[in-house]
């Protein structure tokens, strides 16, 4: 076969995928191709500063070999591969599988699944055609911020990323995943006042600029007035962006075999998973779904690599909605099959959003009306973990950091850093409002997906005061 005739036929994704598992030798073999493609705007001082279009492939091969001690895999992944590179990238894979020891998560890998009707079809792709309406409503936006002394600054980003699955077993699975943010900052032009605002979005058709600018005006506004505060405890409300931020984090933490082995904030002293136990009085659910609208992620398992959460191995198992909490109680923790044999829990995969719901019918403009004297928070930034075994982490207030009194915001306050742990403050929580689709400020680059309410905390935990703005 000519050069020629073998790029054309590598081509494509799905013959990509095919021909990678016909050049594979091992026992077993997983091909996953993404085909990345992204837009994107960026602006300062009230002007567009850069914009542009992406395209990019990654493929993932995973290597599965049977030994006389188990089945080792090994998995190597590599950026815009051409045709001739893919025989040398599946042996790459071969030989790190055969000079590994056993996979601890071995299993079989998953077969009977119906292949994608799309599977042969050419990727999804972006371009800057997604901002045809919202540019020019964020160029209206730049003259009304001109017009009231701020300037904004910020960016829009849109992917979309269609995922290629082929097994050895006959798996040909695809899935495309649309992910869009927005962030915007609107600053006073001596910059000592900054306000953010943030959106998840599919297709940018659900985002108003206009609306968002209104309400940094607002904030800037209130931050007229500065108030300094000491370091504390206070009642706070978090808004659904700083909730996310919380909970991504719990979910990440989640792993079913870790608190089995008594290693983390799930582990019931003496043994065993806090599994059964109420969290939290307030009747909230916290659930992932791959097929919640607005919030639709890959139906079955996409691993690259194995790890707490996650094995190559149950690439292709399908996902279908799970509670991690109901009606308060902790209900389900996450497991790869493996580690479900392990614990003896459900299999419980890691899924691509998260939701909170189940609190009041109430805004978060309500819950600061319904406060007599507290603090509302804007987001949450540089958040770390400080001890596993409660969850406890600490971060920082950032962008706006308000006092209400008597329903109102009446000024600006210092920025602070806390310390909390996710899992003890809803226990604490005494009320949750309604819940909404929110983008995690902290987390936006690894996770978008969510939604969430307010809530209100009697006690949070501002451990020091932080000079940040």
Not at 57 to 81: F, N, P
Not at 141 to 165: D, K, M, P, T
Not at 345 to 373: H, K, Q, W
């Amino acid at each position: 076969m000519s050069a020629a005739a073998s790029t054309n036929r590598t081509n494509k994704p799905h013959e990509v995928v095919e021909r990678s598992l016909e050049l594979s030798r091992a026992d077993g073999c997983v091909v996953i191709a993404d085909e990345h493609s992204t837009a994107n705007l960026r602006w300062a001082g009230n002007a567009l500063t850069t914009n542009g279009v992406t395209r990019g492939r990654t493929l993932t091969v995973i290597a599965t070999v049977d030994g006389k001690e188990g089945t080792a895999s090994g998995v190597v992944s590599r950026s815009a591969v051409t045709a001739d590179e893919l025989e040398p990238l599946v042996r790459a894979a071969e030989a790190a599988a055969r000079g590994a020891g056993p996979a601890e998560d071995a299993q079989p890998l998953v077969s009977g699944i119906p292949v994608s009707p799309d599977f042969t079809d050419a990727p999804a792709e972006t371009s800057s055609a997604v901002f045809a309406d919202f540019a020019p409503a964020l160029g209206e936006s730049f003259a009304r911020a001109r017009e009231g002394g701020r300037e904004l600054y910020g960016f829009a980003n849109h992917e979309l990323v269609s995922s290629y699955l082929g097994t050895s077993t006959g798996l040909r699975l695809r899935h495309d995943q649309p992910n869009g943010t927005l962030e915007l900052n609107a600053k006073s032009p001596d910059r000592t006042r900054s306000a953010w605002a943030g959106r998840s979005t599919r297709d940018f058709k659900d985002v108003d600029p206009a609306a968002l600018d209104a309400e940094l005006a607002v904030r800037l506004g209130w931050a007229a007035r500065r108030v300094e505060l000491p370091a504390g405890r206070y009642e706070t409300l978090l808004p659904p962006t700083a909730v996310a931020d919380l909970l991504i984090y719990q979910l990440w933490s989640a792993s079913g075999r870790d608190a089995a082995e008594g290693r983390t904030v799930f582990s019931k002293p003496g043994g065993g998973t806090r599994i059964g136990e109420k969290l939290t009085e307030l009747p909230l659910t916290l659930r992932s779904d791959p097929n919640e609208p607005g919030l639709e992620s890959s139906p079955f398992v996409l691993a690259h690599s194995s790890g707490d959460d996650a094995s190559v191995f149950d690439n292709g198992l399908p996902l279908t909605a799970t509670e991690w909490v109901g009606g308060g109680e902790l209900r389900h923790l996450t497991t790869t099959r493996h580690s479900a044999g392990l614990t003896k829990l459900p299999v419980t995969p890691s899924i691509g959003n998260l939701i909170l719901d189940g609190g009041e019918d109430l805004s978060l403009e309500e819950m600061v009306a319904n406060t007599a004297r507290g603090l509302l928070l804007t987001c949450l930034w540089y958040i770390r973990e400080v001890d596993p075994a409660t969850l406890l982490l600490t971060g920082l207030t950032r962008d706006g950091m308000y006092l209400v009194e008597n329903g109102e915001v009446t000024g600006e306050v210092n920025n602070f850093r806390f310390n909390e742990s996710p899992v003890n403050l809803l226990g604490r929580a005494t009320q949750a409002g309604r819940t909404e689709k929110t983008l995690p400020r902290e987390w936006s680059d690894w996770f978008t997906r969510a939604a969430m309410p307010a809530l209100r905390v009697p006690d949070f935990n501002m451990s020091s005061v932080s000079q940040g703005v």
